[in-house]
C-alpha cells in the first residue's frame, strides 16, 4: 500500500494596502458613529487599496512576495497557483494568472476559485487533494479581495464591515500526521436573497441605469445573514471536531472568518470554546472576505507550534460555509 500523504501548510505570506479607512472618516461618509461601529461590528480601522487601477492581484502578488522571502523554495519551483477571490481583476486572464507572472511562477499552472467569504477553506481543501494525489508537490494558495471596488459607501450598514487584504500559503506533501486532516464544507444558492452582486456578471450586464442604483455592489441582509452565520460556522465546527475525535480542550487554535466581533463571539459561546484561543485581528482589517483567514495565520504564525491543532470556520455569500482541522506543521516564523 502506498504511503499516506498529507498536505501542510509550510509558509505564510501577506499584504495589507497602506491606506487607513478609519471609523471617524466613515462618519464624514455615511451617518454613523465610531461608537455604534465598535460596538455591533468591533471595527476599529480597515485597509483600502487607493492606486489607480489596481485589483486584488497587486494585493496578491505582494502577499506571495513576503511569502517567498521566507522559504527557500523558488517562483520556478511552483507547479499550481489557485487564488480564491471574489473580486477578480477581470473577468479573465485570471488573478491567479496575473499573480504567477507578476511573481516569476512560470513553471506553474493556474487558476481561480469563487468561494466568497469560505474561499481559503474550498482553496486549501482544493490544494490539499492536488497533493494527495501525490502528483503535485508545491502549491500556492492565495486568498484576498478588494471588497472597496463593491461596497456601496452610501449604505451605512454594509459599507463599515468590508476591507481590502489578502494571504498567501506553500502547501507541501508530508508523510506525517500533520496538515489538513479533514473538511467539511457546503454551499447553498438559497442564500441568494439575503447576500449577492445582483448586476455586472453575464445574467445581468451592468447598465448605466444599475451602476447608479447601486446594483454593482454589495447586497446584504445583514440580520439573516448573521444568524445563518453562526448557526452554520459553530454547527460544522463541532462536526469536524466530533469525528476527528476532538474535544474543545484538544484545539489550540480556532481560526473564524472575520465578519463581525458579535458573530465570533457568538460561535465561540455556542461551542463553549476559550475565547482567548481565538484568532481576531478585525479591528484593524475588517472583512476582507477571502483574506481574512490567512491573514489572521499570517499574523499569528509566530505563535504557532507544531502539532497544533487548528479549527478554521468560514460563512460567506452563496451562501457558502465550512470548518477544515488542521494540524499545523511547524514552529514559529518559517524563516
Ligand atoms: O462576510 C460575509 C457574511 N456577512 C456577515 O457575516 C455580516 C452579518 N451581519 C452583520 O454583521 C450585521 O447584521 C450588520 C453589521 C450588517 C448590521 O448590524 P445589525 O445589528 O444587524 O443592525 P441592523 O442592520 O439591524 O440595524 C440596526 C439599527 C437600524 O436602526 P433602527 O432601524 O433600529 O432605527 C439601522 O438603521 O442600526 C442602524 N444602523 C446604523 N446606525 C449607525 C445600521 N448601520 C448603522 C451604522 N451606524 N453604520
Keep these: 500500500m502506498n504511503?499516506?500523504?498529507?498536505?501542510?501548510?509550510?509558509?505564510?505570506?501577506?499584504?495589507?494596502?497602506?491606506?487607513?479607512?478609519?471609523?471617524g472618516e466613515l462618519s464624514e461618509i455615511v451617518d454613523t458613529t465610531d461608537e455604534w461601529i465598535m460596538?455591533?461590528?468591533?471595527?476599529?480601522?480597515?485597509?483600502?487599496?487607493?492606486?489607480?487601477?489596481?485589483?486584488?492581484?497587486?494585493?496578491?502578488?505582494?502577499?506571495?512576495?513576503?511569502?517567498?522571502?521566507?522559504?527557500?523554495?523558488?517562483?520556478?519551483?511552483?507547479?499550481?497557483?489557485?487564488c480564491t477571490t471574489t473580486t477578480p481583476d477581470y473577468f479573465f486572464p485570471s488573478t491567479a494568472a496575473l499573480i504567477a507572472t507578476n511573481t516569476g511562477m512560470k513553471n506553474a499552472?493556474?487558476?481561480?476559485?469563487?468561494?466568497?467569504?469560505?474561499?481559503?477553506?474550498?482553496?486549501?481543501?482544493?490544494?490539499?487533494?492536488?497533493?494527495?494525489?501525490?502528483?503535485?508537490?508545491?502549491?500556492?494558495?492565495?486568498?484576498?479581495?478588494?471588497?472597496?471596488?463593491?461596497?456601496?459607501?452610501?449604505?451605512?450598514?454594509?459599507?463599515p464591515i468590508f476591507g481590502d487584504g489578502a494571504g498567501a500559503v506553500?502547501?507541501?506533501?508530508?508523510?506525517?500526521?500533520?496538515?489538513?486532516?479533514?473538511?467539511?464544507?457546503y454551499t447553498d444558492a438559497?442564500?441568494?436573497p439575503y447576500l449577492h452582486i445582483k448586476y455586472g456578471g453575464s445574467a445581468y450586464p451592468a447598465t448605466e441605469e444599475s451602476i447608479k442604483s447601486n446594483g454593482t455592489t454589495i447586497y446584504q441582509e445583514g440580520k439573516a445573514v448573521?444568524?445563518?452565520?453562526?448557526?452554520?460556522?459553530?454547527?460544522?465546527?463541532?462536526?469536524?471536531?466530533?469525528r476527528n475525535g476532538l474535544t474543545k480542550d484538544d484545539i489550540d487554535w480556532m481560526v473564524p472568518?472575520?465578519?463581525?466581533?458579535?458573530?465570533?463571539?457568538?460561535?465561540?459561546?455556542?461551542?463553549?470554546?476559550?475565547?482567548?484561543?481565538?484568532?481576531?485581528?478585525?479591528?484593524?482589517?475588517?472583512?476582507?472576505?477571502?483574506?481574512t483567514i490567512p491573514l489572521c495565520l499570517w499574523e499569528w504564525e509566530d505563535k504557532l507550534k507544531k502539532g497544533d491543532n487548528l479549527i478554521l470556520t468560514a460563512f460567506g455569500g452563496g451562501f457558502t460555509w465550512g470548518a477544515l482541522y488542521?494540524?499545523?506543521?511547524y514552529n514559529g516564523k518559517s524563516k
Design 326 to 329: 488542521l494540524k499545523w506543521a
Design 3 to 23: 504511503e499516506e500523504v498529507n498536505a501542510v501548510i509550510t509558509c505564510v505570506g501577506g499584504y495589507v494596502p497602506d491606506y487607513v479607512l478609519t471609523n
Design 257 to 291: 472568518h472575520q465578519a463581525n466581533i458579535r458573530i465570533i463571539d457568538a460561535v465561540a459561546n455556542r461551542m463553549d470554546f476559550d475565547r482567548n484561543k481565538v484568532m481576531v485581528n478585525i479591528q484593524k482589517f475588517g472583512n476582507t472576505s477571502a483574506g
Design 190 to 192: 438559497g442564500g441568494f
Design 109 to 159: 499552472f493556474a487558476f481561480d476559485m469563487e468561494a466568497a467569504c469560505s474561499g481559503f477553506l474550498f482553496g486549501l481543501e482544493t490544494a490539499s487533494s492536488y497533493i494527495k494525489s501525490g502528483r503535485y508537490k508545491k502549491i500556492i494558495l492565495v486568498s484576498g479581495d478588494k471588497l472597496s471596488s463593491v461596497t456601496n459607501y452610501s449604505d451605512r450598514a454594509t459599507c
Design 226 to 242: 448573521f444568524k445563518f452565520a453562526v448557526t452554520n460556522m459553530s454547527d460544522a465546527s463541532e462536526l469536524v471536531m466530533k
Design 39 to 82: 460596538t455591533r461590528i468591533g471595527i476599529k480601522e480597515r485597509r483600502i487599496l487607493k492606486e489607480k487601477n489596481s485589483g486584488t492581484s497587486v494585493m496578491g502578488t505582494k502577499a506571495v512576495e513576503d511569502l517567498f522571502k521566507k522559504t527557500d523554495t523558488k517562483p520556478e519551483d511552483i507547479e499550481l497557483v489557485i
Design 170 to 185: 506553500l502547501v507541501e506533501p508530508t508523510s506525517e500526521k500533520l496538515g489538513v486532516l479533514d473538511s467539511r464544507l
